[in-house]
């Protein structure tokens, strides 16, 4: 068995886009190798921020020598009434390369078919992936690409470099005009020099020794183990932050971390501002002390061994000076005035061109969250959730806000406390951009869940409103996270509103603003929100998606209540009887689906089975309303299971088409009646149950 390494060397490649540059690589090397015959080669890739590298181990010399059935033409047509092979025939031995006295006879689904067996003799492994490697690479997915040169050749960054070698040979190829070769080069700081590979087996190694770590998880662990040393030497640990240790990993060939300092003055700013200093902008991990305070040293990466001269570390500590200095200077700018006398500048910033300023947003979203104060019950006044509407919008138009935008809620939330704010305000400031989708902990007040219900309703309903639909991939506003968002707060919030009329109210706003369709842009909403509620049901709260549609199909709009009833029906719907009930009320739907409902006559029951079910739905009835109002909905299912056997009964005793109008009609009205009380809890029809199509 023979090794295989593929290196492709480029300009410095985005951090973000080697992480499926590896998976691409790797899954499209091994779909070729199994095409190709190659069963049970090991693919491994790697990269740096400057190569792409595959490795591939127990490989044969040859590709398998296999045998292929080609399919002909009818038999009908290969041959003449005398049996006598036609030009059809004979062309398909000339292509099959078998003499025409060769060819089989198969049947098939269509009839019965000429087949030619032909051996395929193996070629050369080399020659085969000299011929897949370019495809290969050429069909890579980036983010964003570049063309250089003449602009005929597309990749991710222009590429300097191309190793292919198959064991100590170089298997001959062209990627995008680049002639493969055994040479490449070591890290451009520490060993720049070209070198010539002796082996794929030897690869790793060869590069290890000038400085170059193709394995990302071998860079990890020395990012890890330097991390921890800088931090023992000063008496502090590394704030955990895994997406920039991830990101530092991708950007370095040898990787290594310098330690600044900071000025202890700046560590009187709020904390948010240092770290999105550090972190955002400099993408610097964070010391802090044993008790979380933030300690005044940063932790730089590089890709080189060490800072010998000191030039790196000091040219960090400028620029995060400088910014520092900076954010200091904003702060005291901004802390010259009350946050709530910026209120008014809210008319000059732009929310969109047919929607009109930030502040005409903050009013509609005070309305929002108005509404919602007064269908939960909440005794919260409505003049103060819309002030407070307009109070967390307000430091978009401080300094601090406008030289760092990822600060934006939380510098409210600062200012608003040293104003002298209720916690209640201020939390709700620093909170309403929380979550970002399903995912993280939602605004920790009443106001802070009010408000940022109420921003996300308003900015889905009002883009809505103007065209701004999500399309595909698209969506430029996020506006997909915004109406996570928002169901994830109402479900956790716990509040029984009806989400459809909120979704209703806030198209009515935007389309007082807007113009347009009420009813088209409220559909649209609708359908996006309801599409919400289901993934959060399937993705956060872990229902079977058919559970989900079954619930949902019933009623979606009072989310607490939803997903009490879909954890109910997850807990029983596995149960022998609810699976046969299952089944039954698929019956019912179909039966009864279109038909007019004439309600029931106890007086044309004509079988036993009939009344039984009558009266066990009359039971279910009156069970179910006690089950409802006190929110007991796993009796109200458990009280549906225990129908079961008689609605079985009921389709075995009685023929619900009866050629009597009289009879037929009532035993419809008998069936829909059942079927209004299932569906105060779900559509069971809508359940995916084994056996089910029989």
């Given at each position: 068995?023979?090794d ?5 060397r ?9 992480p499926?540059a590896r998976r691409?690589l ?10 190709e015959?190659?069963?049970?080669a090991d693919v ?13 181990s127990?490989?044969p ?11 002909g033409?009818?038999a ?8 006598a ?30 087949s030619a ?12 992936l ?18 250089w ?15 292919a ?8 190829m062209?990627?995008?005009d680049?002639r493969s ?8 700081v520490?060993a720049?020099?070209a070198f010539?590979l002796?082996?794929p087996?030897?690869y790793?190694?060869e590069?290890?020794?000038?400085r170059?770590?193709?394995d ?13 040393e800088?931090?023992s030497q000063?008496?502090c ?6 997406a ?9 060939e040898?990787?290594g ?5 900071i ?13 999105t200093?550090?972190r955002?902008h ?8 044993e008790d979380?305070e933030l300690?005044?040293y940063?932790l730089a ?12 570390r000091?040219g ?13 200077f904003f ?9 709530e006398d910026?209120?008014?500048?809210l008319?000059?910033?732009?929310f ?9 947003k903050?009013?509609r ?7 919602l104060?007064?269908?939960?019950g909440?005794t ?10 307009r ?11 406008g ?9 409210g ?5 040293l104003?002298g704010?209720?916690?209640?305000v ?5 909170d309403?951009?929380l979550p970002?989708?399903f995912?993280g902990?939602i605004p920790?007040?009443?106001l802070?869940?009010l ?8 900015s ?10 999500p399309?595909?991939s698209?969506d ?6 915004a ?5 994830r707060i ?16 806030a198209?009515?706003?935007?389309v007082?603003?807007a ?10 909403v ?8 289901r993934?959060?049901l ?7 998606p ?6 949902m199909?019933?009623a979606?709009?009072s ?7 879909a954890?109910a ?8 009887e ?15 689906e279109g ?15 009939e ?13 179910l ?20 056997g008689?609605?079985d ?19 419809i009205?008998?069936l829909?009646m059942?079927?209004r009380d299932f ?10 149950v ?5």
């Amino acid at each position: 068995m023979s090794d295989f390494l593929l290196e492709v060397r480029t300009e410095e490649i985005p951090a973000n886009a080697l992480p499926s540059a590896r998976r691409q690589l790797r899954e499209a090397l091994n779909r070729a190798l199994v095409e190709e015959g190659f069963e049970g080669a090991d693919v491994h890739t790697f990269s740096t921020n400057r190569r792409l590298v595959a490795l591939v181990s127990g490989l044969p010399g040859r590709q398998p020598d296999r045998t292929e059935v080609l399919t002909g033409p009818p038999a009908r047509v290969a041959f003449d009434a005398d049996g006598a092979p036609t030009k059809a025939a004979e062309g398909f031995a000339r292509k099959a390369g078998v003499p025409v006295e060769q060819l089989e006879r198969v049947e098939t689904p269509k009839g019965e078919y000429l087949s030619a067996t032909i051996r395929l003799e193996g070629r050369p492994t080399a020659e085969i992936l000299a011929g897949r490697i370019p495809g290969i690479i050429g069909a890579l997915h980036f983010p964003k690409m570049m063309r250089w040169g003449l602009g005929t050749h597309v990749f991710v960054r222009p590429v300097h470099g191309v190793v292919a070698m198959f064991d100590g040979d170089v298997v001959p190829m062209e990627l995008l005009d680049i002639r493969s070769g055994s040479r490449t080069v070591g890290h451009r700081v520490h060993a720049p020099e070209a070198f010539e590979l002796t082996h794929p087996s030897a690869y790793a190694s060869e590069l290890e020794e000038r400085r170059v770590f193709i394995d990302p998880a071998q860079r990890r662990r020395r990012l890890e183990k330097l991390a921890a040393e800088l931090a023992s030497q000063v008496r502090c640990h590394v704030h955990p932050d895994e997406a920039l240790v991830a990101e530092h990993v991708e950007l370095v060939e040898f990787p290594g971390l310098i330690r600044g300092q900071i000025d202890p003055a700046h560590l009187e700013l709020p904390r948010e501002v240092v770290i999105t200093t550090l972190r955002h902008h400099q993408k610097c991990l964070i010391l802090e002390r044993e008790d979380g305070e933030l300690a005044p040293y940063f932790l730089a990466v590089v890709d080189r061994a060490d800072d010998p001269e000191g030039l790196i570390r000091q040219g960090n500590e400028w620029v995060i000076g400088a910014r520092l200095s900076d954010a200091a200077f904003f702060f005291k700018e901004d802390r010259t005035h009350r946050l709530e006398d910026l209120v008014p500048q809210l008319e000059r910033l732009e929310f969109h061109r047919k929607l009109g300023s930030l502040a005409a947003k903050a009013e509609r979203a005070g309305l929002l969250a108005r509404w919602l104060v007064e269908a939960a019950g909440m005794t919260i006044t409505a003049g103060e959730v819309e002030r407070v509407a307009r109070l967390v919008k307000a430091d978009l138009v401080t300094h601090m806000v406008g030289e760092f935008p990822e600060l934006q809620g939380i510098m409210g939330g600062h200012y608003l406390r040293l104003d002298g704010e209720p916690e209640e305000v201020w939390t709700a400031a620093r909170d309403h951009y929380l979550p970002q989708g399903f995912e993280g902990e939602i605004p920790a007040s009443d106001l802070g869940r009010l408000v940022g219900a109420a921003d996300r309703m308003d900015s889905v309903a009002s883009l809505f409103a103007v065209g701004e639909v999500p399309t595909g991939s698209k969506d430029p506003f996020g506006l997909r996270r915004a109406a996570q968002g928002l169901v994830r707060i109402v479900a956790g919030a716990g509040w029984t509103v009806d989400l459809a009329a909120f979704v209703r109210r806030a198209c009515e706003l935007a389309v007082e603003t807007a113009g347009g369709d009420l009813d088209v842009v409220s559909s649209q909403v609708m359908t996006f929100v309801t599409d919400r509620v289901r993934r959060y049901l399937v993705d956060l709260a872990g229902m079977a998606p058919d559970t989900a549609d079954a619930v949902m199909h019933a009623a979606w709009s009072s989310l607490p209540a939803l997903e009490a009833r879909a954890r109910a029906l997850e807990a029983v719907r596995g149960e022998p009887e609810f699976r046969a009930l299952a089944l039954a009320f698929k019956r019912v739907r179909n039966i009864t689906e279109g038909q007019p409902d004439a309600g029931v006559d106890p007086a044309l029951f004509a079988e036993p089975a009939e009344r039984e079910l009558y009266e066990a739905a009359l039971a279910f009835q009156g069970e179910l309303e006690m089950s409802l109002a006190a929110h007991r909905v796993d009796e109200a299912f458990a009280g549906m299971g225990k129908l079961a056997g008689i609605l079985d009964q009921f389709f075995i005793d009685v023929l619900v088409m009866a050629e009597d109008e009289r009879v037929r009609a009532n035993r419809i009205g008998l069936l829909k009646m059942l079927g209004r009380d299932f569906l105060t809890l779900a559509d069971l029809s809508r359940l995916q149950v084994e056996g089910g199509e029989s």
